[in-house]
């Protein structure tokens, strides 16, 4: 049962209006109906047990408990776009007398500059690993992170099983992150290959300092030891080769994530397929990622164009 099906016909009548009036995406669609309820909670702990009751400053209150409990305000303007679409929507069909919304200024945007990586810095940094098992495995790794786009809580969690190598593609499960299908691209898929059938074997049969190799259960990554790889081993990883590459920008596997995103961008990828491949439920943490690319043809116009 969906969302508004839990709610009351007049959210189904909304959920119609957002998708056949208002054409907005099944994503979109499925955010706004999450915050209507949340909204709803909050008033009924105020003893408010009707949306349709709710006064300007009820949503004003609720606006500042959302920025007092730490979230940021691309999310609470989300949310409050979410509210003002519901009371248009009521206004418009004589629901109420008066839009409640009104008046309301949406939170202002501090957005932080997004750091990502060039593609010289990101061969840079794949060409820095050594030919040997710990350096065919980092190679996989930082491939596996460049193609993907990975949090590195997904990387973490990902198992041999969830690689697929002969149709080239990744399965994330949606433990740590929304559950999608990632392509592979041919560098990544030959690094994992040669890790995965002539590197991992070498971690299994490590000792544990027990005498003997841990259990397998399957994960793809494994340290020293022969157990997964840890995401402090991970941030190792990213700094002890950004280090020998030469690059001074400090590398996390955050940017390594945003320098999929840019550069995919960069070369045409459309903001849909960006976030479904990143897997934002909100399309506003995507369009983030548009400023890097606005400012780059800002950039190719002021350097081309010979009245610039």
């Given at each position: 049962m969906g969302i508004a099906e839990e709610m009351n016909p007049r959210f189904r009548r909304f959920e119609d209006y957002l998708v056949n009036t208002k054409g907005l995406s099944g994503n979109s669609v499925s955010a706004y109906l999450r915050d209507l309820p949340d909204f709803r909670y909050f008033l009924e702990e105020k003893g408010i047990h009707d949306l349709d009751n709710a006064s300007k400053s009820d949503i004003a209150a609720w606006l500042l408990k959302l920025k007092m409990d730490g979230?940021?305000?691309?999310?609470?303007?989300?949310?409050?776009?979410?509210?003002?679409?519901?009371?248009?929507?009521?206004?418009?069909?004589?629901?109420?007398?008066?839009?409640?919304?009104?008046?309301?200024?949406?939170?202002?945007?501090?957005?932080?500059?997004?750091?990502?990586?060039?593609?010289?810095?990101?061969?840079?940094l794949l060409?820095?690993?050594?030919?040997?098992?710990?350096?065919?495995?980092?190679?996989?790794i930082l491939e596996m992170l460049y193609a993907t786009g990975l949090r590195v809580t997904e990387l973490m969690f990902v198992n041999i099983d969830d690689v697929n190598l002969r149709m080239g593609f990744v399965s994330c499960n949606g433990a740590h992150g929304k559950a999608r299908i990632i392509p592979l691209g041919r560098p990544a898929r030959a690094a994992l290959e040669k890790y995965i059938y002539d590197i991992r074997p070498h971690f299994r049969r490590a000792d544990n300092g027990n005498g003997q190799a841990p259990?397998?259960?399957?994960?793809?990554?494994l340290n020293y030891?022969?157990?997964?790889?840890?995401?402090?081993?991970?941030?190792?990883?990213?700094?002890?080769?950004?280090e020998k590459a030469g690059i001074e920008k400090k590398i996390t596997p955050q940017i390594l994530r945003n320098s999929f995103a840019v550069h995919m961008i960069q070369n045409g990828a459309d903001?849909?397929?960006?976030?479904?491949?990143?897997?934002?439920?909100?399309?506003?943490?995507t369009q983030a990622y548009l400023s890097v690319s606005k400012?780059?043809?800002?950039?190719?116009?002021?350097n081309a164009h010979p009245r610039a």
């Open positions: 979230m940021s305000a691309a999310t609470v303007n989300r949310k409050l776009a979410s509210l003002r679409a519901y009371y248009k929507y009521l206004a418009e069909n004589g629901g109420l007398p008066a839009d409640p919304t009104s008046g309301i200024r949406s939170p202002r945007i501090t957005r932080k500059e997004i750091e990502y990586l060039t593609i010289d810095e990101v061969d840079r060409s820095a690993p050594a030919d040997s098992d710990i350096g065919r495995r980092d190679l996989a259990e397998d259960d399957g994960a793809l990554f030891y022969g157990e997964r790889i840890t995401r402090q081993a991970l941030w190792k990883i990213l700094k002890s080769y950004s903001l849909k397929s960006i976030q479904e491949l990143m897997g934002h439920e909100d399309p506003i943490a400012n780059r043809i800002k950039d190719v116009y002021d």
